[in-house]
């Protein structure tokens, strides 16, 4: 069956590591198309995987199978998962990194506090990866990837049960999101969640949470301030914030980095302030 | 129908931009063979990736959709545009991004002078993107790549005819594409317009601009001085220059980057002179 | 047919040279699975494309085609060749870089003295790659890889027999490979043959190279002594010595960039010892 199965991962392409998975899946499923999401994850870092991921997943067909191995934890004890939504498979380790598709479905924020397994939101199934029958043989300790995650997500694209992989779960592992919150001077206090390759700062603040009316919006970051909100890449001078492509509100430079503007760094604050009219 | 696309974008590969407009167009034609051209052009880098386009669109099978996404006015005025040739369709921003397929098409030099919309050369034909209702939908103001030149190029890929996309053009935005030309001391001078990640200095001097016999020609880039021409990249030592796959003139060096070892940039004049026979 | 074709050159993935190669390969043979392997190869770096090679051919289906393009010698006599094992098809310039290849065929190593040519080790068939009728025409002498390389590949995809391409060859070039020795004081010295993108570094020592117990080999790099080899990525702390998903002895550091880290660079020295006992 040609169904699509998308891969992210924190190997980079020059090593062959990639390749590797993608040779196993096409040995299971020959029809599989492969895309590639992102290779370019930070070594470990499970958050921005997490996020990339998020912002990607709801574009694909459904019955996409997206494999995803960020895996710090390879060869401990650490399960791997598979989740289903109404809409796709994810297959992965189950360090956190399939949080934003959880909230997707749980309909409220995570906030700070339930750090580690929630229940399961309605609609979704997860069961452990734990039958080494569908796996190659010898497992590596040290690649997950290429010899249990791979061939798990190509025979779930070929139509397999999630029973045959392992047991039911009620719940998997959850990072704590960063959720925007109030400060006592009534200003929206969020944080910058992914800076992106163009060097625009993607916050933790999507578009439901802003005041109204927008144009009178304050948004500072390391100090800058920017007064009201854009609605193109093009438009004013120096910073603006808009809200981007993911529905995130995002601060950007017209031609430049607003990265290197700013020198901001993910897990920085982004304060929200109604003006009060003083600047129109 | 299993028709190439391909992608040329400034998103680079690190954020899932490139994963959302291929997941989009396999949701229309799963069948679709999907080909990275380049997604490493610099930020809003027109030139740059009119002139890589231009390096391989004539190489992919006919009807090939090359999808090109490099677009600082997204979301602005500007409007996207259907190219069609006799061999491939290419879908875009009408923000000059086609110039080289244009005059490829044209058989003459665009000098320096036509800024804007020529009329197109006969053989092509253009459109706008104007009818929403093979869009996404809701289209951003920030990523037309996702929302609107994603699903145009899937759908032209399954063999819709170009008046369902929008109004015919009788024109489209051209770039102005340096041309090589003589100066007061008989010398032809060209400039580097493209600087590939060997180092390799491809200038706007195309094979047929060159003097005969080239074993005689004298090339001068950056003050320094290159006799005859070479055949391969193997050849001699130091800088030499020689005839690239493109058909442009091209500076190398043999065992290493001819960019580290000039300095030059992109826009830097190269000078052609015919040796006078001082050297042999 | 949809047999999978495998890339992996020192283009990088930038300037469209990759995707040149792609559309020549789709036009032949418009059901290929095309999958990259690594384009991150240093310029002209015959022993790591080498490297990266044999650590992923053998996950591909049967009948792969792998398409190598680390070519400096392009445009001069050195010959192209296709090697054909019992799982897989090789297309490459006769350069070396199927070496390790050649070694899985030929159960023992090849020591630093077989500098060039060798007899095929049976099972293993080559022939040259001389028959223009297969090629793009007119070929350019500068990117053989889109005008020979590539529409060989995709004719063998399609189930050409080798003999159509060119004469049958009972040797190809092959690297001298480094293999681990024993010093004068009883230690197994090896070498770093690959450093991976999370700062691994890969030496030459394999599994069946080491001492027993395993517990008590001490490995020495740069001055920096290991004790014991780990089984994961995240046993321990500082550095560890495990056998990696390739089965080479790795070098790694919990938490970072064991490269970084130690200063190592391709080519030094690594020590094996075993343990008198003086610690646990």
Redo the contacts between chains.
């Keep these: 069956m ?1 169904a ?1 199965i ?1 891969l ?1 991962t924190d ?7 990639v ?2 998975m ?3 899946i ?2 299971i499923n ?2 599989a ?9 930070r ?2 870092n499970i958050p921005e995987a997490a996020f ?2 998020s ?3 709801s ?3 459904k019955c ?1 199978v997206h494999l995803v191995v960020v895996d ?5 004890r650490r399960r791997g998962i598979i989740l289903k939504t109404s809409t796709a498979y994810f297959v992965a380790p189950d360090n956190g990194v399939l949080s934003y598709v959880v909230q997707d479905y749980s309909g409220k924020e995570m906030g700070q506090d339930n750090k580690q397994s929630a229940g399961l939101p309605p609609g979704l199934e997860a069961v452990s990866i734990t039958r080494p029958q569908l796996w190659r043989s010898p497992v ?4 997950h990837g ?2 249990i995650f791979a061939p798990v997500a190509a025979h779930i694209s070929l139509g397999l049960p999630l029973r045959d992989f392992g047991e039911t779960l009620s719940a998997i592992s959850l990072l704590p999101l960063p959720a925007p919150h109030p400060d006592k001077d009534g200003a929206l206090v969020g944080s910058i969640l ?1 800076i ?3 060097g625009n700062l993607i916050t933790s603040i999507k578009s439901r949470d802003l005041p109204e009316p927008r144009q009178k919006v304050t948004v500072e970051i390391r100090g800058q301030l920017i007064t009201g909100l854009s ?4 438009e004013g001078d120096g910073l603006l914030a ?4 993911s529905d995130y509100l ?1 601060i950007s430079l017209k ?1 430049g980095s607003a990265h290197a503007f700013t020198g901001a760094k993910v897990g920085d604050a982004v304060r929200i302030r109604r003006d009060k009219g003083g600047r129109k």
């Design positions: 040609g699509v998308t992210t190997f980079g392409l020059a090593d062959g590591y390749a590797a993608k040779g196993v096409l040995g020959p029809e198309q492969l895309v590639d999401i992102s290779h370019a994850i070594p470990q990339v991921l912002t990607v997943y574009y694909f067909p996409t710090p934890g390879v060869g401990t590596s300790t040290t690649f290429r010899d992914h992106d390759s163009f609605t193109t890449y093009a808009l809200i981007g492509s995002e031609t």
